[in-house]
Each structure stands twice: as C-alpha cells, then as structure tokens.
Nanobody
Framework: VQLQASGGGLVQPGGSLRLSCAAS????????MGWYRQAPGKQRELVATAGGNTVYADSVKGRFTISRDNAKNTVYLQMNSLEPEDTAVYYCNAGVVTLRGRSLEVWGQGTQVTVSS
C-alpha cells in the first residue's frame, strides 16, 4: 500500500494551496486519513484527520479544510489564508486494512509547503 501526495509549493502569505493524497495497492478499507506537518527543527504535528470524526489542530481551524473522496481513496487539504508559520513538509497518513486483513499505518512521502513573500 502506498500514499502519493502532491500539491505543495511556494505561496505568498494570505494565499491558498490544495494538497492531495491518493492511496493505492491492496486496500480493503481505509479508516482515518489525515495530514501531519513537520517544520525545520520541530516535531511532526497533526494538522487534520478525517475518519469517524474530523479533527483540526487549533492553529489551522477556520483556515484549512480536510475532505475525502472514498471512491478514489483520496484525501485533500484545502489551505487558505496561509501564514509563514504554515511552512513545513506536509505528510499524509492513513489507517488501512489490506485485502489480506492486515491493519497498517501508512505514510506518504511528504510535500513541501513554503509560505513566503
């Protein structure tokens, strides 16, 4: 099972970006899908998850929106009103049950988001 993330880039403060992450492989079902980020010199932190409940970090509430397309095994993160503090590598994450019945936690490769003027 693999997660492929895309959509990062350079954006000015106040701008928007949309991240996408598609899961592929021997998937039976996906439970939670979400986004984490890691800024230089900092620990990886939760941004948002979507599963039974939708959870956002306090720092992104009202600016970021997570959504899922279950038919495509894809999770999106719409990021608006971006701030320099949002600069980080963004990682997608999924809890997957494989066709063989194994439960896996899978991470994508990360996509860089840079907010700078």
């Amino acid at each position: 099972v693999q997660l492929q993330a895309s959509g990062g880039g350079l954006v000015q403060p106040g701008g928007s970006l949309r991240l996408s992450c598609a899961a592929s492989g021997s998937i039976f079902s996906i439970n939670d899908m979400g986004w984490y980020r890691q800024a230089p010199g900092k620990q990886r932190e939760l941004v948002a998850t979507a599963g039974g409940n939708t959870v956002y970090a306090d720092s992104v509430k009202g600016r970021f929106t997570i959504s899922r397309d279950n038919a495509k095994n894809t999770v999106y993160l719409q990021m608006n009103s971006l701030e320099p503090e949002d600069t980080a590598v963004y990682y997608c994450n999924a809890g997957v049950v494989t066709l063989r019945g194994r439960s896996l936690e899978v991470w994508g490769q990360g996509t860089q988001v840079t907010v700078s003027s």
